[in-house]
């Protein structure tokens, strides 16, 4: 885990989509070095592709669960925590994080949209040491949810960014 600067405002910090496959062609999973647990009254699996299949989960408790510890990376260029991800209306996604040694702590929760999109929570700390992500029913309805990437953003540089004109108008030939 490390932040790759994707922007002069952002950096990915764990990706969650597969690379190349392994030299015995089995797919890379993305999820090394993580445990991940299901509550025990859930049915729910996942893929090692970031792909999470519930079909039973209790409404208020983490259905699936996602803990990685040992980390070692650098954030204090940065003041915020992003999550992109697919999660359906009945589901909310919880991102914990700990810093300088310390037990992971809420950072993000936000409910899902049906749709991929970018999740932004806060981001308390100095050197990110562990990572936990909840995924969260409303209800208990199946799901299926795809996580992409764990990042951090700094609000003001890409508050900046974004005032920019764009250089790609109607008229640009690469349209």
Same mark, same amino acid.
């Given at each position: ?9 952002? *950096? ?31 049915? *729910? ?117 974004? *005032? ?12």
């Amino acid at each position: 885990m490390r932040a790759v600067a994707i922007n002069e405002a952002e *950096a990915i910090i764990e990706p969650f989509w597969t690379g190349d496959k392994n030299a015995d062609d089995s797919v890379y999973d993305v999820f090394e070095g993580y445990r991940i647990a299901a509550d025990p009254e859930a049915r *729910a699996s996942h893929s090692p592709t970031a792909w999470f299949t519930i079909e039973k989960a209790v409404p208020g408790r983490p259905a699936m669960t996602l803990e990685k510890s040992g980390c070692d990376v650098d954030v204090r260029d940065y003041d915020a925590s992003r999550l992109f991800a697919c999660i359906p209306r009945h589901y909310a996604i919880r991102l914990h994080a700990g810093f300088d040694g310390g037990a992971p702590r809420p950072v993000l929760e936000a409910r899902g949209t049906d749709t991929f999109s970018e999740f932004t929570g806060s981001l308390p700390g100095g050197r990110l040491t562990a990572l936990r992500i909840e995924m969260v029913p409303h209800e208990d309805k199946p799901a299926i949810i795809e996580l992409v990437w764990v990042g951090v953003v700094h609000r003001e540089r890409e508050r900046r960014m974004e *005032a920019r004109p764009s250089p790609y108008t109607p008229d640009w030939p690469g349209r």
